[in-house]
């Protein structure tokens, strides 16, 4: 049984930015996706969250002429959901020619988990060494599914054939039940599970260090809605797990995929997140990217626009995208969840299930940056 917030539960705590919005305001919306606009790219297969090989700065890799693109991927199953139980993590390439794919990131077996969920990738510096973090759900070879999340770093190098060679991973840093939950959790539904996913590479262009932002759970409070935003950072040859940026108790239970955008001196941080997960005591937002801004990592962060809101799906059609990734040039990329619903939803409607689910990327949008506003183009 979980307790309402008290006092404590309900401030900022270690330092963390609290949001909290009274409204959303009136932004202009994602544009309406359009039976044109849902191209799949696999009979087979459905993909959802996605990442580039970028550098270090943040800019997108072009190599061979084509920018390198990893999705989470699983078969088709009747119902959708069952894909988070079977991801993988796919490469695919993006040139003139359109998409080429490459199969699964990593070989059979390798990663320690039972399944893999969505990370980021990194060519270094050194225009080589490629370091693919990521998160390892459940453990390989489980005989019961769980949700227990941990982060690993795979390191590889750039080829001809695109980023591979990889090396066996190696946990990076773990959850401390102080700052982040830390639990194996035997049971879990989408919305309802606690975070400890989703690494996401920052070098501050500020101090030249490296830092990883994560989806993260308040452990400080049993609130069933306590979503955070994490931070570890690499000193001294390893990752060292930091104070929350942002904390929502109360709020929300998923601030997912977390991620650092510099613009003109200004750290903009953008997450995915949906009217779902939300408290029952707090004011819903749409499925959508939300962000906030500040003059340096270290915070304060403030709301971006009205209460956060970056783009949302449009009221005609809530669902029908998902998992919002910026580039460094400021371009959106997600992919196309519930679309053409017209007003339906699957518990009245379950031979939606499949036909109107997209698993497919969509069509992508850019940002413009000025201050506290961060709009689409």
């Known amino acids: 049984m979980t307790s309402a917030p008290t006092e404590l539960q309900s401030i900022a705590a270690y330092g963390a930015s609290r949001w909290e919005p009274t409204g959303y305001g009136d932004l202009p919306r994602i544009p309406l996706i359009g039976q044109d606009d849902v191209v799949r790219l696999f009979d087979d297969l459905d993909l959802w969250d996605c990442w580039p090989l970028a550098h270090e700065d943040g800019r997108t890799v072009r190599h061979l002429d084509r920018q390198w693109w990893f999705f989470l991927s699983a078969p088709v199953f009747p119902d959708p959901v069952q894909r988070h139980g079977h991801a993988r993590i796919r490469l695919l390439s993006f040139g003139s020619d359109g998409w080429r794919d490459h199969g699964n990131a990593f070989p059979d077996g390798f990663t320690p988990g039972s399944r893999e969920w969505a990370g980021c990738c990194v060519l270094m510096d050194d225009g080589e ?145 949906q009217t779902h997960t939300f408290a029952p005591e707090s004011v819903a937002g749409p499925n959508g990217l939300y962000g906030a801004v500040a003059d340096s990592l270290a915070g304060p962060w403030v709301p971006v626009n009205h209460g956060g809101l970056v783009a949302a799906n449009p009221d005609a059609e809530p669902k029908q995208s998902y998992s919002w990734w910026v580039t460094g040039e400021g371009e959106v990329w997600s992919f196309v969840d519930y679309w053409g619903m017209e007003g339906r939803n699957t518990a009245d409607h379950p031979e939606l299930l499949r036909s109107n689910f997209g698993g497919t990327p969509a069509p992508r949008f850019t940002l413009h940056f000025e201050g506290n506003s961060v709009s689409i183009v």
């Open 129 to 273: 060494t490629v370091q693919h973090f990521f998160t390892a759900a459940g453990r390989h070879g489980e005989a019961q599914e769980t949700f227990e999340q941990r982060m690993f770093l795979s390191v590889g190098r750039l080829t001809t054939n695109g980023p591979g060679e990889w090396w066996a991973p190696q946990e990076i840093f773990v959850a401390d039940g102080t700052r982040y939950v830390c639990d194996r959790q035997d049971r879990g539904a989408p919305g309802l599970i606690k975070g400890f996913r989703d690494p996401a590479w920052l070098r501050d262009p500020a101090t030249g260090k490296a830092h990883l932002l994560f989806t993260g759970s308040a452990a400080w409070s049993d609130h069933a809605f306590n979503g955070n935003i994490g931070i570890a950072t690499f000193d001294g040859g390893n990752w060292i797990l930091g104070d929350p940026l942002i904390e929502a108790i109360g709020v929300n239970n998923e601030l997912e995929r977390p991620h650092v955008i510099v613009r003109g001196g200004r750290y903009y941080l953008f997450w995915s997140t």
